[in-house]
C-alpha cells in the first residue's frame, strides 16, 4: 500500500477564463469536477485543494475537498509555478499534519472529463514502473499538427519547417505525436523534493481521449466543455 497525495491548485485569478474555477459544466463548478474524480479514486489517500480565494475554498468543501490551509499570496501570482504549489502542499502536510506521502498527483481542475479511472490506472502504471520516476497524461496529435507539418515564420514572412528535414514524409508514414494534456502529473515524492520538478527526463506516458483530455484554458474550451457535458447527459437518457 503507498501513500498518495493529491493536489488540485485553484488560484483565484484567472485571465483567459474570468473565475474558471467556478464556472459551471455539466451543472456543477468546474473544480467539482476534479474532486469528485479525487475522491472516487481507490488509491489516492488524501486530497487537499490548494486555493487563495475564500469563495473557491467554500464551494470546494461544499462539494466535499479538502481545504486544510489557504495558500499563501507568494503562491498565487501570475508568476507562481505548479512546483511551488505542490511543495507548499508536501510542507504543509509534513508540518502541520504530520503526513507522509510516497507519490505526488497534480490534478488541475481545468480538466473535467478525467476521471477516478484515468488516475487510478495513471497511478497503478507509476507505481508498477520501478525504474521510473513521474508519469504524464498525454493526448495524440492530430495529423494535420504532427511537427512534420509544422512552420514557423521568419522575419522576412517566409515560412520554414519547424522540423529541418528535405525528404517529403507521407501523411500516413508521419509517426505518432503525443502532447501533454494537464489532466494528471503523478511523481514519486522523493524523486519532486530532491530535484523540485514533477516530471523527469524520462517521464512514462498515459495516453487519453480527445474528449477526455479537454483543458479549459478559453472562453471557447468552456462552450466545447458544456457542449460535451450536455451531449453525455442526453446519452444516459
Known amino acids: 500500500m503507498v501513500n498518495c497525495l493529491a493536489v488540485i491548485p485553484c488560484r483565484g485569478g484567472s485571465k483567459g477564463v474570468h473565475r474558471k474555477n467556478l464556472r459551471e459544466v455539466g451543472g456543477i463548478p468546474l473544480v467539482a469536477h476534479t474532486i469528485n474524480a479525487a475522491n472516487a479514486s481507490t488509491l489516492i489517500t488524501r486530497t487537499i485543494v490548494s486555493t487563495d480565494d475564500d469563495e473557491i475554498a467554500s464551494v470546494a468543501k461544499e462539494y466535499g475537498g479538502d481545504v486544510p490551509f489557504i495558500r499563501p499570496e507568494k503562491y498565487a501570482t501570475d508568476q507562481a509555478k505548479s512546483i511551488d504549489v505542490v511543495l507548499h502542499a508536501l510542507n504543509k502536510c509534513s508540518e502541520q499534519f504530520k503526513e507522509q506521502y510516497d507519490y505526488l498527483i497534480l490534478l488541475q481542475p481545468t480538466s473535467p472529463f478525467r476521471d477516478n479511472i484515468h488516475i487510478d490506472s495513471a497511478i497503478k502504471m507509476l507505481v508498477g514502473n520501478k525504474n521510473a ?5 498525454v493526448k495524440e496529435v492530430p495529423n494535420e499538427c504532427n511537427p512534420h507539418y509544422i512552420y514557423k515564420i521568419l522575419d522576412d514572412n517566409y515560412c520554414q519547417p519547424l522540423i529541418d528535414s528535405k525528404e517529403i514524409i507521407r501523411r500516413q508514414d508521419q509517426p505518432k505525436s503525443y502532447v501533454r494534456n ?19 527526463e524520462r517521464s512514462l506516458a498515459y495516453e487519453m481521449s480527445d474528449e477526455s483530455s479537454v483543458n479549459i484554458d478559453t472562453e471557447l474550451d468552456l ?15
Open 182 to 200: 494537464g489532466a494528471i502529473y503523478v511523481v514519486k515524492v522523493p524523486y519532486l523534493l530532491q530535484n523540485e520538478s514533477l516530471m523527469a
Open 223 to 237: 462552450v466545447i466543455a458544456r457542449s460535451i457535458a450536455d451531449k453525455r447527459v442526453n446519452e444516459k437518457k
Open 133 to 137: 520516476e513521474s508519469l504524464i497524461s
